[in-house]
């Protein structure tokens, strides 16, 4: 029987998923990408969980993926298992927070991507590798790494497949912070505690339209939420009283 899974744990408002793979630097098997968005959409349903953390396990992040069936992988193309696991997470209805320490490479910066937010050790180390694979770096991945690094930087890594430190990562905005490897779960902490404190229908609707999700129908309906929940009242009055809002709105579903 593996032992490579993925598993949860919920803290408070906080869902944490972990990469396990004992012996392969947390790669990802195809049974655990198949397993993520089931996991994703059990969490995104949880009116409980504001936030998701995701991590690997004994200080590595992922170090890529367990190719397993060489001649499905190159069948599959863009409809790779590991693609939809990545999308799913990208389109997570919450805020996604990637804690990484250790190798995040492959499929592990694949999933990193996909997050909104990458707190980084400062051990951490990153790359591409399809090029020494003579793989086809999916669309919907290339696009999604270049957004966030830009043509240049998206090149540079797909180009040669270099592994770079954590950072040079930082610089090319492939991260959002770098700390010492023993901060990291508390920065973390300290970042999904903040959101977990915020207006739900304020992140909520960022992140839609951040992420090019929301069409015009689709915003002027997150306004219409603003002006029937009371949730900006309530924020106004918070702030005049100087005490913490008391938010309600919860996500009633796509009209």
């Not at 947390?26 to 994703?40: E, I, S």
């Not at 937010?117 to 790494?145: E, M």
Request: hydrophobic share 45%; charged share 25%.
């Amino acid at each position: 029987m593996s032992d490579a899974e993925l598993t949860v744990e919920v803290a408070g408002p906080v869902a944490t998923v972990v990469i396990r793979n004992p012996g392969r630097r947390n790669a990802m098997t195809p049974g655990m990408w198949r397993q993520l968005p089931v996991l994703l959409d059990g969490l995104e349903a949880d009116p409980a969980v504001q936030a998701l953390v995701l991590t690997g396990a004994d200080g590595t992040f992922c170090a890529g993926a367990d190719l397993g069936d060489l001649d499905e992988l190159l069948e599959a193309g863009d409809g790779s298992i590991a693609v939809a696991a990545e999308e799913r997470l990208a389109a997570f209805g919450k805020p996604t927070v990637a804690a990484i320490q250790g190798a995040c490479v492959g499929g592990g910066c694949q999933l990193a991507v996909a997050c909104d937010l990458r707190i980084a050790a400062a051990d951490a180390r990153f790359g591409v590798p399809p090029a020494r694979l003579g793989l086809v770096y999916p669309a919907p991945t290339t696009r999604r790494l270049a957004r966030l690094i830009g043509p240049s930087g998206a090149k540079h890594l797909l180009f040669t497949s270099e592994l770079i430190e954590a950072e040079r990562a930082l610089r090319v905005g492939l991260v959002d912070e770098v700390l010492p490897a023993d901060a990291v779960t508390a920065r973390v902490e300290a970042i999904t505690s903040a959101i977990a404190q915020r207006s739900r229908l304020t992140v909520a609707a960022a992140k839609e339209i951040i992420d090019d999700r929301a069409d015009e129908a689709r915003i002027a309906w997150w306004h219409g939420q603003v002006r029937d929940s009371g949730e900006a009242r309530e924020g106004v009055a918070a702030a005049n009283e100087r005490r913490p809002p008391r938010f309600g709105w919860a996500p009633p579903g796509r009209p």
